[in-house]
């Protein structure tokens, strides 16, 4: 825990030296998860520490540019806990009212990145105005990271703290609470993977996992015994129907251009929806190389759409991921629903 300290000290005086100095004072947090990926190397931790640390060795030598009032590292300790934090600082600076600016900054996966999120996704719009987030790439995957390195996410609390605002997906379940996903919500096959990622990464040592669940992967159909589903999408382009479509699984991102399970292209284009039809084992073990680069829209079972809310009504129970996170549902919960939400939350930007 000593260097998972280390290093949040250091990602934490890193916000001193910003280039962003006739901006006002700064709050900031630090949200911490320990158990994130990076931190379950002790080898990889030191390296990236060093490599922290020369760089502050440089910035120590001219002046800090801005004045930083309050200081705060939150480490985590439960699966939720993220959220809750995130909550009472927005609630404490409800009623505080200081009217400073505030920088949050998340150590952590994506998992950690959406319960950040989800906290700030129905704060008060004069608050968010006055907070920027950067989300590091601390996790396994890191798609929702806001820079692909380290040098690249320091650059961005180091330069001038330029935003843009991202969108969500509101995730609705009958017989369930809202959910929300800030990169990719999806139901079927991939979310299954998820599942068996998650499960055999804590028990099989480094990366020998991925070819366990590779194998597994092909035994989805009758695992789960998905059947056919009712499709709706609705956009400016109107509404598309698929009536008793049986996917192997339904992708929805906040935007086109995504990625997930760690970089693997699954929205390449502008379109923000890929449905995939069922394939058998061999389809899957011959076409899955497609998937890993972003070529999947040649296969014919494949078709990419843009939408704006997404609804999917089902009889039996099946796997549904956000962000990396497993949900199972049954068929109480249908039907569910996926709905494109404003742009409010300001991250970091190059």
Sequence with gaps: MNLVNSYANGVSELTKFSHAEEQPPLVVDVIVNPRAGFFKSQAVLSRRLRELEQRLEELRARAPRRRVEINTIHFTERPGHARTITEQILDREEKSASGLERLLIGCGGDGTANEICSALVGADGRLLERLKLVRLPLGTGNDMADAPTFTEAYDLILGTQATAATSALRVSAAGAPVRYAFNIASIGLDAYIVELTNKLKRIIPGDAYKSVVDIASLFYEPKVKPGPMDIRLSGKAGETRLDSFAPSMIVM??????????????????????????????????????????????????????????????????????????????????????????????????
């Excluded at 039809?277 to 999947?296: A, D, P, S």
């Excluded at 829209?297 to 078709?303: F, K, R, W, Y």
């Excluded at 009504?313 to 991921?321: E, F, H, K, L, N």
């Design 253 to 350: 991102g906040v935007s086109g251009g995504r990625t997930y399970g760690g970089h693997l292209h699954v929205l390449p284009g502008v379109e923000n929806v890929c449905l995939v039809g069922r394939m058998t084992v061999l389809e899957k073990i011959r076409n899955k190389k497609l998937f890993y680069l972003g070529g999947h829209g040649a296969l014919p079972q494949v078709s990419f759409h843009q939408a704006d809310r997404l609804e999917v009504r089902y009889s039996g129970s099946i796997p549904m991921q956000l962000d990396g996170e497993l949900v199972w549902l049954g068929p109480k919960d249908f039907p569910v629903t996926m709905e494109m939400l404003p742009p409010r939350i300001k991250v970091l930007t190059r």
